[in-house]
């Protein structure tokens, strides 16, 4: 059981770092396009010099830019840890729970590969 060793095997790092790798790609790219949204929002058209122009819309366009902010800070943030990620694969430390210092299970770094908390780790933080 993979639980009992202390950590994971060159073949399993490697499987991983594909893993991750690919999901860095699809992030950076997903930022690229928050980004670009951001950027294309802050257009100097003519379109609030119309005589029905109206706050609300203004608000509304705000609110909008604030939301595109917190998800392009939330996909750094991502971004960061899949990257935190792959030097903890090159460290031979991935895989390793900071709390119990237990291997965390495998189909959990599948599906979260940034994780740094087994479940039991979790747990205890509630």
Same mark, same amino acid.
């Given at each position: ?44 058209? +003519?379109?609030?010099?119309? /005589? ?9 366009? %705000? &609110? =909008?830019? *604030? ?32 709390? +119990?210092?237990?291997?965390? /299970? ?9 994780? %740094? &908390? =087994?479940? *039991? ?6």
């Amino acid at each position: 059981m993979a639980e009992d060793r202390q950590k994971y095997g060159d073949a399993d790092l490697q499987e991983f770092k594909v893993v991750i790798q690919a999901k860095i790609d699809k992030a950076e790219k997903d930022l690229m396009l928050i980004r670009e949204s951001f950027i294309n929002d802050q257009n100097n058209g +003519t379109d609030d010099t119309s /005589p029905t122009f109206k706050a609300f819309e203004e608000g509304a366009e %705000t &609110l =909008s830019k *604030e939301q595109n902010a917190i998800l392009a800070g939330r996909q750094e943030k991502f971004v960061r840890d899949l990257k935190n990620a792959l030097i903890r694969i090159q460290n031979k430390t991935y895989g390793i729970c900071r709390v +119990t210092g237990k291997l965390i /299970p495998k189909d959990r770094l599948m599906a979260v590969p940034h994780a %740094t &908390l =087994s479940i *039991e780790a979790k747990n205890m933080q509630r």
